[in-house]
């Protein structure tokens, strides 16, 4: 039986924090204290961590790091609201990274602050952008940063066999971030054929193990088909006009359904059959009313 892990991104953090709030802030002097509840009132998210940290210098501060897989347009503004959130529940200065796990397309625009007018009133807000495929994979070594050794598949020169039974050799070695195998499965998934990863990297996610990642969160809870389509085209490659279709015709409660089967699929015969089975049948466009 499949082994129930949270490789959420909470969790992952919490297993190496000082790296990670090192490595975000750019501060080696940085310390993490505390991985905070990331629940208000108003706004709750899987893809965002809050750590509490220090520095000699300014004393403490939080760290807000958002994981996404693509570059959103809507993400500056969700880093302002849930930073000034997190400003006014905890009475400290917000630290604001945006993680984009995958590359950006060839004509997106990486935005690197929240900034609007209006009636003469300004609202700013910056915050970093780390994007992984410009990340050079040795500085997992060089550093070290073990905790990143997960997404070496989606660095700069990590998408290689060497680098990926290297990575395993690592998160194998720090007892902590044994569990965090499985998300480096997925990642490799994503750059190298899923039979090869197999062969490398114990594959033994189930659908309540992707449940727990801020990837399957990004595609599930948001209800959408063209990020689900993406990850179709990594695992099987692009997906022809009728898959597409099907696909984004699937209504919410099935889009889920697909992305917790995605991963027990070998061929892209068995997404055929899964949408065969699940997807609504081809029909007239329904009427608006207007003709």
């Not at 509490?52 to 996404?68: K, M, S």
Request: glycine share 6%.
């Amino acid at each position: 039986m499949a082994k129930n892990t949270d490789i959420g991104s909470k969790r992952l953090i919490s297993l190496t924090p000082d790296d990670w709030v090192r490595w975000v802030t750019g501060r080696p002097d940085a310390v993490a204290r505390e991985i905070l509840s990331g629940e208000f009132q108003w706004l709750h998210r899987a893809t965002d961590v809050l750590v509490r940290a220090a520095l000699p210098v300014t004393g403490e501060f939080l760290v807000l790091i958002e994981f996404q897989l693509r570059p959103q347009k809507r993400m500056p503004k969700r880093v302002r609201a849930y930073a000034g959130l997190a400003e006014e529940k905890y009475d400290l200065p917000v630290y604001c990274v945006v993680v984009n796990v995958l590359p950006p397309g060839p004509e997106t625009v990486i935005e690197t602050a929240y900034d609007a007018e209006f009636l003469g009133q300004r609202a700013h807000q910056d915050f970093r952008v780390i994007n992984f495929a410009e990340i050079d994979v040795e500085e997992v070594w060089r550093q070290p940063f073990p905790g990143l050794a997960p997404f070496v598949p989606v660095l700069r020169g990590g998408a290689e066999i060497p680098m990926i039974r290297r990575a395993l050799e690592t998160i194998r070695a720090h007892e902590p971030l044994q569990e965090m195998e499985a998300l480096l499965a997925f990642m490799a998934s994503l750059v190298i054929d899923k039979a090869i990863v197999k062969q490398i990297v114990r594959w033994d996610m189930n659908a309540d193990v992707i449940e727990q990642g801020w990837f399957w969160q990004e595609i599930t809870q948001r209800g959408n088909a063209k990020l689900l389509l993406v990850q179709l085209e990594q695992l099987f490659g692009p997906p022809d006009q009728t898959t597409r279709e099907q696909v984004r015709t699937l209504p919410p409660i099935q889009l889920e359904s697909l992305a917790k089967a995605l991963f027990s699929f070998k061929t892209v015969d068995d997404l055929r059959t899964w949408l065969g089975l699940h997807a609504p049948a081809a029909t007239e466009p329904a009427s608006n009313g207007t003709q």
